[in-house]
Structures are given as structure tokens and as C-alpha cells.
T-cell receptor
Framework: NAGVTQTPKFRILKIGQSMTLQCTQD?????MYWYRQDPGMGLKLIYY???????DKGEVPNGYNVSRSTTEDFPLRLELAAPSQTSVYFC????????????????FGAGTRLSVL | DQQVKQNSPSLSVQEGRISILNCDYT??????FLWYKKYPAEGPTFLIS?????DKNEDGRFTVFLNKSAKHLSLHIVPSQPGDSAVYFC????????????FGTGTRLQVTL
């Protein structure tokens, strides 16, 4: 059981380039999330999805886009990379609904370390 | 506006002793609290949680205490082991916000021999 898989693990971009961070989960979770973590800071929510075809903005969505065409995949797109987007990006998933008490335990991928130079 | 605060960036504890990690929050709508543990180059992993209707939850060496009136929670690790050395994040869920979590900035715990 792989859980949440993120690719790539590392990437260096030039200013203005674009890229897609991939995230896939094999736990049949309905909710998925993208966070970024800057040095010395907590995780900040970029975008989240409550199911295939449904996405919404989090706390820091500017400069990013997402899509959710399947339950398993939740890619994050950077269109015009800027130095301020240098960060570690984490994807997470959780199952919401069903048994009482199964409350929002999010499972995280290993992260993508992105540098924009 | 930091709604979840971990005021101690780091903590050093001897092996076998108790580790106490603290977390304060400001939003009275938070109804569920979680602790995550993170090793370098890995994603956070869930450790323990507590609902706002309880004041204590225990799982093996880990106990979380919640003081709602003080808007404070703490994680106790007894006894501390070298493998517990990691960054610990406190997180809180806001009622009715699609299960989004707000994270603290983390506390780096080092357990020394």
C-alpha cells in the first residue's frame, strides 16, 4: 500500500517557467489537499478538493492551479514560477464521512522540494 | 494572524524523561485537534488527536491534554526515546470548514542519550 505518492522529489525552476507537481493516492480517499511549508513556518493550505471535479482555494492559492479529474490524482500547477514559490510542497488525503469519529486524519506524501531561481 | 501557535521552536530532553510540547490556539470554533510528527525529508505523520468534548486522550507513551478555557493543548511523551527526535506540529480543525486544518509552526524535539 503506497499511500500518498508525490513526484518529483526535487526540482529547480527558472523564474517564469511552469511545472506540475504530481500527487496520487491509493487509499480511495475523497478529500485531497496541497500545502506548502516555508522554513520555520507551519503548513499553509494552497488548494483542496472534496471529491472528483470539486476544488476550492485554501489560505495561499495565488500563483497556483489545481484539477481533480479522478479520485486518485490531484496535480498542482505552477504557471509562472516566482522566487516566492520556493518551498516544500506536501500533498495529503483523508476520508471524510462514514463512521463517527473518523475525523480528518490527513495522510501526507513525502513532499516536493522546489527552488525557483 | 496565527491561530495556532507553538511558542517553543525547540526542546531538548534526556532519554527516559518526559517531553512536554505545548500549543495555544485563538479560534474558539476549533473542534478537533491533532498532533503530527515529521522526520527530515518525510511528510508529516499522524500521531494522536483529541476532540473538543474531551480533556485527555492517551495512546501508549503519548498523551494529549486539552484545556478549552485556556485554549491550550499539550502533548506528553513518557518515556522519551531517541527515535522521538523529530518536529512536532499541532493542528486544529475549524467546525464547518470542510475539514481544513490549521497548523502551528512546529517544535523540534531532540531526545539525547
Amino acid at each position: 500500500n503506497a499511500g500518498v505518492t508525490q513526484t518529483p522529489k526535487f526540482r529547480i525552476l527558472k523564474i517564469g517557467q511552469s511545472m506540475t507537481l504530481q500527487c496520487t493516492q491509493d487509499m480511495n480517499h475523497n478529500y485531497m489537499y496541497w500545502y506548502r511549508q516555508d522554513p520555520g513556518m507551519g503548513l499553509k493550505l494552497i488548494y483542496y478538493s472534496v471529491g472528483a471535479g470539486i476544488t476550492d482555494k485554501g489560505e495561499v492559492p495565488n500563483g497556483y492551479n489545481v484539477s481533480r479529474s479522478t479520485t486518485e490524482d490531484f496535480p498542482l500547477r505552477l504557471e509562472l514560477a516566482a522566487p516566492s514559490q520556493t518551498s516544500v510542497y506536501f500533498c495529503a488525503s483523508s476520508y471524510e464521512g462514514g463512521l463517527a469519529g473518523a475525523k480528518n486524519i490527513q495522510y501526507f506524501g513525502a513532499g516536493t522540494r522546489l527552488s525557483v531561481l | 494572524d496565527q491561530q495556532v501557535k507553538q511558542n517553543s521552536p525547540s526542546l531538548s530532553v534526556q532519554e527516559g524523561r518526559i517531553s512536554i510540547l505545548n500549543c495555544d490556539y485563538t479560534n474558539s470554533m476549533f473542534d478537533y485537534f491533532l498532533w503530527y510528527k515529521k522526520y527530515p525529508a518525510e511528510g508529516p505523520t499522524f500521531l494522536i488527536s483529541i476532540s473538543s468534548i474531551k480533556d485527555k486522550n492517551e495512546d501508549g507513551r503519548f498523551t494529549v491534554f486539552l484545556n478549552k478555557s485556556a485554549k491550550h493543548l499539550s502533548l506528553h511523551i513518557v518515556p522519551s526515546q531517541p527515535g522521538d527526535s523529530a518536529v512536532y506540529f499541532c493542528a486544529a480543525r475549524n467546525t464547518g470548514t470542510a475539514s481544513k486544518l490549521t497548523f502551528g509552526t512546529g517544535t523540534r524535539l531532540q531526545v539525547t542519550l
